[in-house]
């Protein structure tokens, strides 16, 4: 079961560009999504990796145009990270792919069938904030948009 969700993913994002990222650049393109401005040091603890990996994913980022590095307003040491339009683009065009290929599929399915997904989406969400203290529905940054 997992297997086929993973082909569904990813048949989404291979169709959204030649300019595919790999699953490491991925995530730090949805962090900067919801948290725009961040730096690098606060980057590097929410992937839980250490500030040269961190600083090279965004080199990658930065020359496929996708990432920018601007000094802090705060601090002359610091540099936070924004997504360019090209980023932006780029997730807006990945969120629209996967949509459209869970919809295809979701189409396909009965009314039954849908119903009990919603039922094992609704629990499968609810274990999960459940096993993240602090990460729940109410915590800061739930409200971003999903992949």
């Known amino acids: 079961m997992i297997e086929l ?11 959204v560009s030649s300019t595919p990222v790999s699953p490491s650049q991925l995530r730090v393109l949805y962090i900067l999504d919801r948290d725009e401005g961040i730096n690098l040091r606060t980057l590097g603890e929410v992937l839980g990796s250490a500030p040269s990996s ?10 496929l145009g996708f990432v920018e590095r601007a000094p802090s307003p705060v601090s002359r040491r610091e540099l936070e990270l924004w997504l360019t339009g090209r980023g932006k683009s ?12 869970l919809l295809a599929v979701i189409g396909d ?3 039954t069938a849908r119903k009990g997904l919603v039922e094992g989406l609704t629990g499968f969400r609810a274990a999960v904030e459940d096993a993240a203290p602090g990460h729940g529905a109410g915590a800061p940054g739930r409200d971003a948009q999903s992949a």
């Open 54 to 63: 961190v600083s090279r994913l965004c080199d990658r980022l930065q020359a």
């Open 90 to 101: 780029y997730l807006r065009d990945l969120r629209a792919r996967r949509e459209e290929a």
């Open 109 to 111: 399915m009965s009314p």
């Open 5 to 15: 969700l993973e082909v569904l993913w990813e048949r989404g994002r291979d169709a």
